[in-house]
């Protein structure tokens, strides 16, 4: 039985006349899944009843089961995500006051070490799907009641467990598809994907969603990302502001910097000299995230004073700083806190998950 949420658009309409209906037929279905959200071909009222059970027969409608859903005293909300071979992923949505953004995951655990990142130390399992990264707003969506013309979710962040180009094909599949039009019409300018530096790929993140684009920086010096960030090792800060340079940016899509503060270690007001030095050129903007703190982490929060030393020289130097407010502390939410209890597959699920 074929997934019906890993198809694009032109796929569905080849699936459906394979069953000998008309192409129009597939754009009535792609309606109801991606406009009404319906999670079953009966509620689909204006097709016949021997076509939706063909449908039922030949395709499935899927979203992963709720293992456990947690609300922070903020209102940040974090599912705990039960796929179909019991591979566990975590999806976040942070609730403001002038909108709502979706932390979407890529992976179960994470291709990536970073030492400050609790998802970090979660051991890779596999890829997500193009479904399954698509069904985390659908799921959202869902739960939050969200299917209307003045949606909740109005922001989406590939910033949850994994790293996006390390998951390419599947993550533009699924961007894609919430970017379509006749679908969810999820505005582009409002999708931002965040890599760790994976310098190959971004180019052709440019080429194929143009979406915006956030880097996770954290260090000036390649001695001390390295350790941060070690795929530093494999492209190092020159690299990585190199193709951040080539990537269509201006003053309406500006790239993020993400720069997690850490006490006495990246927070020196040298340090943010040197970042104002490193971007210059680049229409960009920083996010300090405060350092978010999990059971066996060595590292502590930058204070408020040295943030705010840290804040002066990248203002005063013409860019935009905006240090993070931590959401969903109470409940593991918060940036770089999530991970699973997922346990590695079998190396037969592994080979069938992953690129």
Same mark, same amino acid.
């Given at each position: ?27 009535? /279905? ?102 399954? #990264? ?21 922001? #989406? ?40 530096? /994976? ?157």
């Amino acid at each position: 039985m074929i997934d019906i949420n890993e198809l694009d658009r032109l796929e569905l309409i080849k699936e459906i006349e394979n069953l000998e209906h008309k192409a129009f037929r597939a754009e009535q /279905v792609w309606h109801w899944l991606y406009k009404k959200g319906v999670t079953s071909f009966d509620q689909m009222k204006n097709l016949s009843q021997d076509f939706q059970k063909s449908l039922s027969e030949h395709f499935k409608i899927s979203r992963p089961e709720v293992a456990v859903k947690q609300e922070s005293i903020d209102g940040t909300i974090k599912w705990l995500l039960k796929l179909e071979d019991g591979s566990q992923i975590e999806t976040v949505y942070i609730p403001e006051e002038t909108r709502g953004t979706l932390c979407v995951s890529s992976q179960v655990g994470c291709t990536l070490t970073c030492s400050f990142c609790h998802t970090g130390t979660q051991r890779f399992v596999r890829n997500l799907t193009a479904s399954e #990264i698509l069904q985390q707003l659908l799921l959202a969506k869902d739960q939050l009641n969200d299917w209307h013309e003045t949606p909740k979710i109005t922001n #989406i962040v590939m910033m949850g467990m994994g790293e996006p180009l390390y998951n390419y094909d599947n993550v533009v599949k699924a961007l894609k598809k919430l970017m379509d039009k006749k679908g969810v019409n999820f505005p582009r300018r409002r999708i931002t994907l965040s890599t760790s530096g /994976v310098v190959p790929m971004i180019e052709n993140c440019a080429n194929d969603l143009g979406v915006h684009l956030a880097i996770s920086l954290h260090a000036v010096k390649d001695d001390l990302r390295n350790i941060l960030v070690p795929l530093n090792k494999k492209y190092n800060i020159a690299q990585l502001l190199d193709a951040c340079r080539k990537y269509p940016s201006d003053k309406h899509n500006r790239i993020t910097f993400e720069y997690v503060m850490l006490d006495q270690l990246n927070d020196y007001v040298e340090h943010a000299v040197e970042l104002t030095k490193l971007i210059k050129g680049i229409p960009a903007k920083i996010n300090l995230i405060p350092f978010n703190p999990w059971p066996g982490s060595h590292y502590t929060c930058s204070s408020k004073n040295r943030i705010n030393a840290f804040v002066k020289v990248i203002k005063d130097a013409g860019y935009q700083a905006l240090v993070r407010t931590p959401r969903g502390q109470d409940i593991f939410a918060a940036c770089g806190q999530l991970k699973t209890a997922s346990e590695r597959a079998s190396k037969s699920i592994l080979c069938k998950g992953s690129n």
